[in-house]
């Protein structure tokens, strides 16, 4: 009788813990319901986590903050999708070009060169895996890693991309050794890492996968806002002849424009929507106070870019849907007249901190030259040999 009493009130106890686990912590922002063990789990998003969580955010948080299992996500704008047609590999080709001849001193002269080509397809193949949803959540179950590779697509995966990537940032960094040995120095930033190795502390696999790193950093950031800009020209006529206007005034038919000219024409390479919606997760160190009643350590937080997006409330920005760079002409932050936009930096989409994009001041002004002149040399208009497609 004891044994089966003392067998009830271990089940008793084992069912109330199971239904904490899992669910909402008191003192944190309200979230969507959860159910004991998964959270929130069963319900997060697969794909653009960034629309899911924005409704959320504006479900339960007001158009503020929200709890979703374990972390909390702040409202995060969307991001203009587009594909196929030949600009958008011309301008792949130009970021990778850039930061190609930053790091190693090589150009891309053409979008099919197999390092250029190698770095996206490792790219593409990178992102896919890295969505949420296509690897199981094996942080939380780290059981899951010793599922053997014949089961475990995602593992598959992994070494595919392994594989693609270290082609192409081995090969880059083999050749910039082989380039020096033959006495031809280009000053590259690659040459000077690679001098100061030691000093740096620093092994070969660190340093190819530095160069790697920071050819992933600079080159699709780069390429998707300006692919998103020619999207937004294309869908936005009467956005595009204002700025043909603007640049005709400022640069004339004689000459490209310098980034001197950027003074006279801000409002294009100002905030525009974010390339990164969700940014990178930033955590906690120590408990804070702040976002809500939120107090504990170790909370990992999008760091949501707070920029111009339908994922904002219209009480911020008018039509916050629109392209409509004239808003900054109107107030600093393309706010509404009269709101408080003080927390909402332009800057704010190179993310903050100590983590804050290292490559911001290149990305600035490769966007800021890039904008000019395409707008100078160019009228961007709809596809109009495809009836199906509206840009
Ligand atoms: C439009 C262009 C770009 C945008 C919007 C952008 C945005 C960002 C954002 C949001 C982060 C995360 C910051 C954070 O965690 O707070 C980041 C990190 C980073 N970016 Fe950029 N970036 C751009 C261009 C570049 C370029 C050109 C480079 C390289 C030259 C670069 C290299 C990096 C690196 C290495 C990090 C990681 C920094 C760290 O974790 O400590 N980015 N970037």
Redesign the pocket.
């Known amino acids: 009788m004891a044994f089966l009493l003392a067998l009830a009130l271990g089940a008793l106890c084992a069912a109330l813990f199971l239904r904490t686990v899992g669910a909402q912590e008191k003192g944190l922002p309200p979230g969507p319901p959860t159910i004991p063990l998964l959270g929130n789990l069963h319900i997060f998003p697969t794909e653009f986590a960034h629309y899911k969580f924005t409704e959320w955010a504006r479900k339960y948080g007001g158009g503020g903050a929200c709890y979703i299992n374990t972390s909390s996500f702040c409202p995060s704008p969307a991001h203009p999708t587009g594909q196929g047609h030949s600009f958008y590999t011309h301008i792949r080709r130009y970021s990778s070009s ?2 190609l001849s ?1 790091l190693y001193g090589k150009r891309a002269p053409r979008y099919d060169t197999p390092k250029t080509t190698g770095f996206w397809e490792a790219q593409h193949e990178w992102q896919l895996l890295v969505e949420p949803g296509s690897t199981p959540l094996i942080d939380i179950f780290p059981f899951l890693k010793s599922i053997p590779e014949h089961w475990a697509k995602w593992k598959r995966d992994a070494k595919k991309v392994r594989s693609l990537q270290r082609a192409v940032y081995f090969g880059l960094l083999n050749e910039t050794k082989r380039r020096l040995r033959s006495g031809e120095e280009n000053r590259s930033y690659m040459e000077e890492v690679l001098a100061r190795q030691e000093e740096f502390g620093m092994d070969e696999e660190m340093t190819r996968y530095l160069g790697g ?2 050819i992933e ?2 080159s699709e ?2 390429s ?2 300006l692919q998103s800009l020619v999207l937004c020209l294309v869908a936005y006529p009467e956005a595009q002849k204002q700025a043909h206007e603007e640049i005709d005034c400022v640069v004339r038919d004689d000459r490209m424009s310098t980034l001197d000219d950027i003074d006279f024409f801000p409002i294009f390479t100002h905030c525009f929507r ?3 919606p969700m ?2 997760p ?1 955590a906690t160190t120590a408990a804070e106070e702040g976002v809500s009643s939120m107090t504990q350590a170790s909370f990992s937080c999008p ?1 949501s ?1 707070p920029s111009l997006s339908k994922t904002f409330p219209p009480a911020l920005y008018d039509n916050p849907e629109d392209f409509n760079p004239d808003r900054y002409l109107l107030t600093e932050n393309g706010t509404r007249l009269g709101v408080d936009s003080s927390d909402l930096g332009p800057n704010i ?12 001041h ?2 600035q002004n ?2 800021d030259i890039n904008v000019m002149n395409l707008l100078w040399a160019f009228d961007f208009n709809p596809d109009t040999r495809d009836s199906q497609s509206k840009i």
């Open positions: 850039v930061i930053v790193a920071l950093g600079g950031t780069t998707s806002y974010p390339v990164t940014s990178v930033h760091l870019m989409v190179f993310g903050a901190g100590r983590r804050i994009c290292p490559g911001r290149l990305a490769s966007i």
